[in-house]
C-alpha cells in the first residue's frame, strides 16, 4: 500500500515540483490541500485543482481559511498597528501560520503518515511549517523535497519541463504570495540589497491617477464600512478597499527583516488595504486612546508581531496578549478619512464619539477650560520635584556644551 503524504499545494512551481516528485519519483498517494487565506477567486481555485489532478494527485481538497484567518489572526494585526521593522504587515509570514495549522488539521482528519511543504532551506517558512506540524500532529513526518534537494528555480523548471508540465516559466521566475493581508514578490532582484523589482514583477498594474476621497468606519478596532457601504465581514471591506486602492501603487514596498534562521532577507510586497487601514485605525486610536494605552499597545504589539512572524502563533502568551488587545478597542470606534494619491494616501483626520481631543478642556496651544495658569504652576513644581531632589542631593555637573566630543 503507498504511503499517504498530505501536501500544502498552491499551484506555484515549487509545490507543483513537490506534486511531481512525491507521485512519480517517490511513489507517493499524495492529498493536496490548498488553503485559501483569501488569496484565490473561485476561478482561479478551479484551475489549481484541475493542475493537481493532472499532476496525479489522489485526493484534492480545499480549505478556506479566509474568515477564520481574519477572526483569530489579522483583526489583531490591526489592533496593534503591526508593521514589522516599521514596513512589512506581516502579510505571508501571518497567513502561514494559519495554512500551517489547517494543513496539520486536515492530515489528522485523513490520517495521513506524512505531510509535505514545497519551502526552500533558505527562508522563514520552512520553520513556520516544521515548527506548527511538530506542535499539531508530532506523530506526522516531514517531507521538503525543495529544500533536501537544495534546488534552484532555474532546476525546479527544467525538471518540470521534463515531465510534460504546462505553465507559465516566466512568471515562475517571480514567487507570488497572495492572501487578504497583501501579496509578497520574491525573485533576483530581491536576492541583492540595492535591486528594485520591475514594473512587470508587481501582480497589479497602476491604473488610477484621479484623487479619491474615502471614508472609513471602524467599529470597535474592525473596519465595517467604506462610504455609505456596510459590509456583513470585516473580510468583505478588506477585499473592497483592496479593490479600490490596489490600482493606485498604494503599499508598494520591499521590507529587509532579519529571518527566523538569522540571515538577513529581503522581499517585495503591495498591500494597499493592510497599510491604508492599518494607519487610519492608528489615527483614530491616537485620538480615543489614553497615552498609556498606546504606550503599552506599542510595546505589547511590536512582541505580538515579531513572535508571529517567527511561527509562535500557537504560545499561549499570545492569547494573553490577544486578550489585553481586544479589551483596548472598546472606544476604537468612529469615520476615519481617507485621501488616495498615486503612489501615496494621506489620513486627513477622524471624526468619533470618543475623541479625546474636545475642545470642551482646551484646544492646544490656544486655550484651556479645565485649569487654570496658577494650577499649571503647582502642576509642573510638583511633576519635577524628585529630579530637583536628586540634582541637589547630587551636585549634578552640567554637560558639556558642543556634544560629547567638546573639551
Known sequence: ?????????????????????????????????????????????????????????????????????????????????????????????????????????????????????????????????????????????????????????????????KHGVDMNFEKAKYSINKGIWGTSVGGKETLTSNLGLPEEAWPTQVTASEVKDLVLTFEKGELVAIGDEKYDHPTQAIQALQAIAQPYGIGRDIHIGDTIIGIKGRVGFEAAAPMVIIKAHHTLEKHVLTKWQLSWKDQLSSFYGNWLHEGQFHDPIMRNIEAFLNDTQLNVSGKVFVQLHPYRFQVVGIESNHDLMSNKFGSYGEMNNAWSGEDVKGFSKIFGNQVMIYHKVNAAPQPPQGGANAQ
Request: with cysteine.
Open 1 to 161: 500500500m503507498k504511503k499517504k503524504v498530505v501536501l500544502a499545494y498552491s499551484g506555484g512551481l515549487d509545490t507543483s515540483f513537490c506534486c511531481i516528485y512525491l507521485t512519480q519519483d517517490l511513489g507517493y498517494e499524495v492529498h493536496s490541500v490548498i488553503v485559501n487565506t483569501g488569496g484565490f477567486s473561485e476561478e482561479e481555485l478551479k484551475g489549481v485543482e484541475e493542475r493537481a489532478y493532472k499532476m496525479g494527485v489522489t485526493s484534492h481538497h480545499v480549505v478556506d481559511e479566509t474568515e477564520n484567518f481574519y477572526n483569530t489572526c489579522v483583526r489583531f494585526l490591526i489592533y496593534g498597528n503591526v508593521l514589522k521593522n516599521n514596513t512589512y504587515p506581516l502579510s505571508v509570514s501571518a497567513e502561514r501560520v494559519s495554512q500551517a495549522t489547517a494543513i496539520a488539521n486536515y492530515a489528522k482528519e485523513i490520517g495521513a503518515e506524512f505531510v509535505a511543504h514545497g519551502s526552500t532551506g533558505a527562508g522563514n517558512d520552512q520553520v513556520r511549517f516544521d515548527m506548527i506540524f511538530n506542535i499539531l500532529v508530532p506523530e506526522v513526518k516531514i517531507i521538503t523535497p525543495i529544500r533536501d534537494l537544495k534546488l534552484s528555480r532555474e532546476e525546479e523548471i527544467e525538471y518540470l519541463k
